[in-house]
């Protein structure tokens, strides 16, 4: 993490932002430390800036005064063309910037900052907000050992960290991981939906969806077998389940579906990185 005489700068402070913000602070990192620039913060970050001594809104001037240690990018990506020339004061020797945006490669991100700056793209995904998330990350030539090690202690705040070996593969991992919640979410919403179908009641259909998902996500967290090994632990030959699976994996099931809309996934990543 940063040391305590550190500066990092938030830049938008949205979910996303905020979720990172909250597991540092939970850490090591002292309120004092942290410049938040943000027009319209939300009621819960106002609420962290009162009680944690964020500093709100400072000139840019201002904060490149102190050399913060690390600028996070954390605003909507069709901002970025906006915001980040005004950030080129912050591009020193010894600041690093870790963006969040999807969809903004490493090259424009330079482009933007005026070049010279270090930067490292990410992508992390919604179960950040609550410690579980996982985030893809790819540096450019300028960061150092030690920004890498940084990002490693500032990303591990909010899940698991993996290191690219190529920025080409971001828009896999956008359609793999970063999407790949709202999977999750779709599969809990067509079991709860299949089995009113079947005649449970509604609130009774979803909860044992929700619960029930969120249990093998337990399971696969908590145990090292890989995925097909527990899949086929609970599996008996001819039992109820191995009916519904010779349904969802056979030639036009889950498979196919999943490449079919992990493809399209992809395809809009890199039609939106142009």
């Given amino acids: 993490m940063l040391s305590s005489s ?3 700068v938030l830049i938008g402070a949205g979910k996303m932002g905020g979720a990172m913000l909250s ?3 939970a850490g090591r990192l002292s309120g004092a430390q942290v410049y938040l620039r943000d027009p319209n913060p939300p009621a819960e970050m106002a609420k962290l800036v009162a009680e944690q001594g964020l500093r709100l809104n400072f000139s840019v001037a201002d904060i490149a005064a102190q050399s913060p240690r690390v600028v996070i990018l954390a605003v909507k990506p069709q901002i970025m063309e906006t915001v980040l020339p005004d950030l080129v004061p912050l591009v020193q020797p010894g600041t690093l910037f870790l963006s969040i945006a999807a969809g903004v490669g490493l090259s424009r991100l330079e482009e933007m900052l005026g070049g010279g700056a270090a930067i490292v793209r990410t992508m992390p995904n919604t179960p950040a907000s609550v410690g579980k998330g996982i985030t893809a990350a790819i540096g450019n030539e300028r960061i150092t050992e030690e920004d890498r090690a940084l990002c ?3 990303l591990s705040a909010i899940g698991s960290v993996v290191w690219l070996s190529q920025e080409s593969e971001m828009d896999a991992v956008t359609a793999l991981s970063g999407s790949g919640p709202a999977y999750v979410f779709a599969l ?3 079991m709860a939906a299949a089995g009113e179908q079947l005649g449970l009641d509604p609130a ?4 044992l969806a929700r619960e029930t998902v969120a ?3 337990a399971m696969l967290s908590a145990m090292p077998d890989d995925a097909s090994v527990l899949r086929q632990n609970v599996t008996s030959p001819g039992g ?4 519904a699976l010779d349904v ?3 030639d036009e099931g889950l498979w196919q579906l999943m490449r079919t809309a992990m493809n399209a996934a992809r395809a809009r990543s890199r039609e939106l990185s142009r």
Wanted: hydrophobic share 55%; no cysteine; aromatic share 4%.
């Fill in 240 to 243: 109820t389940t191995a009916a």
């Fill in 215 to 217: 249990g093998a996500g």
């Fill in 23 to 25: 597991g540092w602070l």
């Fill in 6 to 8: 550190d500066a990092l």
């Fill in 188 to 190: 809990v919403e067509t």
């Fill in 204 to 207: 009774l259909a979803k909860q």
């Fill in 248 to 250: 969802l994996l056979g």
């Fill in 152 to 154: 490693d202690a500032l």
